[in-house]
């Protein structure tokens, strides 16, 4: 079992950056597969990226590669998503997940909310225009 704390969230202007972390518990931490979601008002979660075990692998949905990157520091337990030239249609409140899974596991499949047993308390991104 795995709990997740995730920060880093507030308001920017359209064209910056902001950088979440979500910080796990325990010792199993690389165990886990890592994912992040996101969801606007008024509309349902929404897949922004996913993470494997190393790091080595790395999914995000079309329309935010290039802005945004997900990386992980296993020696710190965390996970980060680095957004870039955020837009007003970026605001969200955004999630982090996991999933404990083994190698080979495709993580690209992993892109819906039923893959993921753990979820954090998700963290407020407002872009205004």
């Known amino acids: 079992q795995v709990q997740l704390v995730s920060s880093g969230g507030g308001l920017v202007q359209a064209g910056g950056s902001l950088r979440l972390s979500c910080v796990g518990s325990?010792?199993?931490?690389?165990?886990?597969?890592l994912g992040w979601f996101r969801q606007a008002p008024g509309k349902g979660r929404e897949f922004v990226a996913v993470?494997?075990?190393?790091?080595?692998?790395?999914y995000l949905e079309d329309p935010l590669k290039g802005r945004f990157t997900v990386s992980r520091d296993n020696a710190k337990n965390t996970v980060y998503l680095q957004m870039n030239n955020l837009k007003p249609e970026d605001t969200a409140v955004y999630y982090c997940?996991?999933?404990?899974?083994?190698?080979?596991?495709?993580?690209?499949?992993?892109?819906?909310?039923?893959?993921?047993?753990?979820w954090g308390q998700g963290t407020q991104v407002t872009v205004s225009s």
């Open positions: 997940a996991a999933k404990q899974a083994l190698p080979p596991t495709n993580v690209a499949t992993m892109r819906t909310s039923v893959h993921y047993d753990y």
């Open positions: 993470i494997n075990w190393s790091g080595s692998m790395t």
């Open positions: 325990g010792s199993t931490f690389r165990t886990y597969v």
